[in-house]
């Protein structure tokens, strides 16, 4: 009869835990896109320190923690389950469950605390402009589709968004006779901080 109540009250605990997990998930969501959507700023640039402490340590940090705090849930779970393939799937959907918040808790302060850092940097260096080809123009599709013209710098493949009227006067050009000229101020290591950008037809182009 003990093991039943306990039983009972675990699962009575989870249940709440769960709805309280759930609450968080949305609102860190929430979050995250609002900041996407209306504050966070336009840059460019490539730098393996930006993906060692702002993209990797911020995921296994988070994978740690929630390793330690749902260690008895974990424990609990594996034992129950007798079958070695439901519990590698399980394993798996923690992992990919912890990686999820940890990106949207722990990796997103250290998105912010690095953009912040990077607009810091950035406000104290002159303007520059820089001359990069056109890769693409994207003509988004429907409602939901958005548009964008596509470059590359550093080796890394960027896209402006821009509206549909606006690709329009170039979705039946080619992407190689134009180039986009930015404005620019260097910032935390070797990204740019984007304040201004245009396209611009090539001299040559006919």
Known sequence: MKTISKKKDFIRREKRTDDIHYRIFIALGATNIGYFLFFDTLKIGNDIRHLLFVN?????????????????????????????FLKIIFI??????????????????????WDFINEKVASTNREKNISLQVAQFHTGTGKKGRSDVGFYYSGKFYKFEVSNRYIENY??????????????????????VVDDWNLEKLPNSL
């Open 171 to 192: 979705q039946d050009l080619a992407p190689k006779d134009f180039q986009l000229r930015l404005t620019a101020r260097r910032g935390l290591w070797n990204y740019y």
């Open 56 to 84: 990797i340590l911020p995921l296994i940090l988070g994978l740690t923690i929630l390793g330690i705090y749902r260690r008895e849930y974990v424990i609990n779970r594996l034992t129950a389950i007798k079958n070695y």
């Open 92 to 113: 798996g959907f923690m992992i990919v469950q912890g990686a999820i918040g940890s990106y949207l808790s722990i990796g997103f302060i250290a998105r912010l605390t």
